[in-house]
């Protein structure tokens, strides 16, 4: 309890992760709502947006959330290097 509150232990990288598995859920639904919305139902237009919304909404949610890990990971590097 201590390294929560003296800031010693992040908690915002466990946020992160989890934000990343809705935008992940997020990307998979939007993706495929898009794959069968429109008036004339299922068209190949629609798939492949459908699919496009799908990979890139996980690529960039993944480069997103990585981006911000990197930033914590860099802070442990440093706190180890100050304590040494």
């Known amino acids: 309890m201590k390294n929560l509150l003296f800031f010693n232990k992040m908690i915002t990288p ?21 794959m069968f919305s429109g008036y004339g139902g299922f068209s190949a237009g629609n798939f492949f947006g459908g699919l496009f ?15 911000l890990i990197v930033l914590f ?12």
């Open 73 to 84: 990971k860099m802070n442990e590097a440093l706190q180890e290097m100050r304590h040494k």
């Open 53 to 67: 919304t799908i990979i890139g909404g996980a690529v960039g949610a993944r480069i997103w959330c990585e981006l």
């Open 14 to 34: 466990n946020i992160i992760t989890f934000i990343y598995w809705l935008m992940l859920v997020g990307a998979v639904f939007g993706g495929v709502g898009i």
